[in-house]
C-alpha cells in the first residue's frame, strides 16, 4: 500500500520545511508554489537569524522558538548561514534603563549573551554612532533567503517531494465533506490540473486566509507590511538593534556587500498591493543614521516591502502580535483533510514543520517521529543537480 500523499500549498521557508519534514516521514509530497520558490514574503524578508534578543521582553515564547532554532540551524544547515552575531546598543538614557529588562529577558529566555562596553562594541564594529552608551553581544546572524529555502526544498527532493513551481491553487477539491486534491493553475503554460492526495496543507503565508477561503474557512492571519530600505554598501558585519522594545527602524542587518535598515509594520489587506508610503523610508534612513551615521553618506540602493502573516487576535495592535505561529486543524470547521499553518519567523520553519508534521501524522493515523533534528540538510546548490 502506497504512503499517503500530501500536497503542501506554498514553497516560502514554512512549506520548504513542511515538505522536508513530512519526505523525511516517508510520505509523499508536493509542493505547489504560484511562484518562484522562495519569491514572496520569504524571499523579501530581513535575512535576520533571530537569536531571539528582539522580543525577549515583550514576547518570550517567540524569543525562546528563536534561539532554540538559531542554535539548531547552526548544526544543519552550516553553508547557508553567516553566523556573525549581533548587538544591541544603547544610544540614550532611556535605552540604557531598558538594558537591564533586556538581560533579565535574555536570562528567562536562555539566549546567550555578553555585556559589552562602548569602547568594546566601537573596536568591533567602528561605523556604529560613536556616542552609544552600552552594547550588548548575543547569538544572532545572517541568512540569505533563497538559499535558506532552497535548502530544505532540495533535501526533500533527494527524499522523493515533488516540488512545482508556477503552479497557482485555484480549487480544493471536496469530496463528502474532505478535502482530496487540489486544482491547480499552470502559469506558464495556462492548463489547469487536478492533484488529488490524502491531506492539504495551508501554507501560503499571507495569503493562507485566501486559500483557506476556497474551503469557505476563515483562519486568523492578518497580513502586515513592513518596508526595508537597503543601502548599496556593508556598513556593518555584526546585526546592529537598538537596545529597546522592536520598534519602527530599529535594526540594520548586513547582508552580502549591503545593508538592510528595517522596519515598519502596518496591516494591509492585499498582500499583492503594498503601497510604499514615502515617509516610512525615509523614517528607516533617519533610524539607520541614529545606529550608523555614515548612512547618511551612502546611496540607497533599494526599498522594498514584504507582507507578514502574522496571528491576530481581537483588538491587538501590530507591534503586540506575537510572531509565534499556529497549526489548525479545519476538521473543527467541518472540513477534513485540511490543515493551516501561519505564523512564526524563517528562522523557526523548520521548528513549526515539526509541528505541522506531528499533526498531520496524527490525522493519518501515523506514528512517525520526526527526524529532521538531527538531519544534515543538503546544499541548497543540489536542488538543480
Excluded at 516521514?25 to 520558490?37: A, I, M, P, S
Excluded at 537591564?100 to 559589552?116: N, T
Excluded at 503552479?167 to 493553475?185: D, F
Excluded at 558585519?237 to 535594526?251: A, E, F, H, Q, T
Aim: aromatic share 6%.
Amino acid at each position: 500500500m502506497p504512503a499517503p500523499h500530501v500536497v503542501i500549498v506554498g514553497a516560502g521557508s514554512t512549506g520548504a520545511a513542511c515538505a522536508h519534514d513530512l519526505a523525511l516521514r516517508g510520505l509523499r509530497v508536493t509542493v505547489v508554489e504560484r511562484g518562484e520558490f522562495s519569491n514572496a514574503t520569504t524571499g523579501r524578508n530581513h535575512c535576520l537569524l533571530h537569536s531571539g534578543g528582539r522580543y525577549a521582553v515583550t514576547d518570550q515564547e517567540s524569543a525562546i522558538e528563536c534561539i532554540d532554532e538559531n542554535l539548531l540551524l547552526r548544526k544543519i544547515m552550516p553553508d547557508a548561514l553567516e553566523l556573525n552575531d549581533g548587538l544591541f546598543v544603547a544610544l540614550t538614557e532611556e535605552d540604557l534603563g531598558f538594558k537591564a529588562r533586556f538581560i533579565a529577558g535574555c536570562e528567562a529566555c536562555h539566549i546567550p549573551y555578553r555585556e559589552l562596553t562602548p569602547a568594546q562594541a566601537l573596536a568591533r564594529e567602528p561605523l556604529l554612532n560613536p556616542k552609544l552608551l552600552a552594547a550588548v553581544q548575543v547569538p544572532d546572524g545572517v541568512f540569505e533567503p533563497w538559499r535558506f529555502s532552497m535548502a530544505f526544498l532540495a533535501t526533500a527532493r533527494s527524499n522523493g517531494a515533488v516540488c512545482r513551481s508556477y503552479t497557482e491553487v485555484v480549487e480544493l477539491v471536496r469530496q463528502n465533506g474532505s478535502v482530496t486534491g487540489v486544482k491547480v493553475l499552470d502559469r506558464v503554460t495556462g492548463k489547469t490540473d487536478t492533484i488529488g492526495c490524502d491531506l492539504v496543507v495551508n501554507a501560503a503565508g499571507p495569503w493562507a486566509g485566501e486559500v483557506a477561503g476556497f474551503g469557505g474557512i476563515e483562519v486568523p492571519v492578518q497580513p502586515t507590511a513592513g518596508i526595508m530600505v537597503t543601502v548599496g554598501r556593508r556598513m556593518n558585519n555584526m546585526v546592529v538593534n537598538r537596545l529597546d522594545k522592536p520598534s519602527d527602524g530599529d535594526i540594520v542587518v548586513p547582508q552580502r556587500t549591503t545593508s538592510i535598515i528595517g522596519t515598519t509594520s502596518w496591516t494591509v489587506t492585499d498582500p499583492d498591493a503594498i503601497d510604499i508610503p514615502p515617509e516610512h523610508i525615509q523614517k528607516m534612513l533617519h533610524k539607520g543614521i541614529e545606529l550608523i551615521p555614515e548612512i547618511a553618506t551612502v546611496t540607497t540602493r533599494g526599498v522594498g516591502a514584504a507582507a507578514r502573516p502574522l496571528i491576530k487576535r481581537a483588538n491587538e495592535d501590530e507591534r503586540d502580535v506575537s510572531r509565534t505561529f499556529e497549526c489548525f486543524d479545519h476538521k473543527r470547521d467541518g472540513v477534513e483533510g485540511f490543515v493551516s499553518i501561519s505564523g512564526g519567523k524563517t528562522t523557526t520553519a523548520r521548528g513549526m514543520a515539526e509541528k505541522l508534521g506531528d499533526l498531520v501524522t496524527r490525522k493519518l493515523g501515523l506514528s512517525v517521529a520526526c527526524q529532521t533534528r538531527t538531519t544534515q540538510l543538503l546544499s541548497y546548490r543540489l536542488f538543480y543537480a
